[in-house]
């Protein structure tokens, strides 16, 4: 059975920081690329971080959106199947429930789609005060 269990998030002041981390098992992580998504209350869900599957075609590509650019980084630990969202400069506005996804063979991309993933996780709420 495949899962993505997020985990990390909690409640911090602004300008802090948080590690989010995404753990895959009944997969291999280095073959899918991992998108990470926020959902605030009464909003859309967001794309905010990709990295690209690192298969021997693709080369972890990375990708943020212009709202986290420069703040956020997304990495992977191969060894330990897990894809990592490192959150500095918290703001309030960036309080949601974080998801990771999970796309086979995921490729370079300047888009973060909602749909078409393999797999989601179950989210892990970051909130940040004021």
């Known amino acids: 059975e495949v899962q993505l269990v997020e985990s990390g998030g909690g409640l911090v002041q602004a300008g802090g920081s948080l590690r989010l981390s995404c753990v895959a098992s009944?997969?291999?992580?280095?073959?899918?690329?991992i998108g990470w998504f926020r959902q605030a209350p009464g909003k859309e869900r967001e794309g905010i971080s990709y990295?690209?599957?690192?298969?021997?075609?693709?080369?972890?590509?990375?990708y943020y959106s212009d709202s986290v650019k420069g703040r956020f980084t997304i990495s992977r630990d191969n060894a330990k199947n897990t894809v990592y969202l490192q959150m500095n400069s918290l703001k309030p506005e960036d309080t949601a429930i974080y998801y990771c996804?999970?796309?086979?063979?995921?490729?370079?991309?300047?888009?973060?789609?909602?749909?078409?993933?393999?797999?989601w996780g179950q989210g892990t709420q970051v909130t940040v005060s004021s």
């Open positions: 996804a999970a796309e086979l063979f995921g490729g370079r991309t300047t888009v973060i789609k909602l749909t078409g993933w393999n797999f």
């Open positions: 009944g997969l291999i992580a280095d073959n899918y690329a």
């Open positions: 990295i690209s599957s690192n298969d021997g075609t693709n080369d972890g590509y990375t």
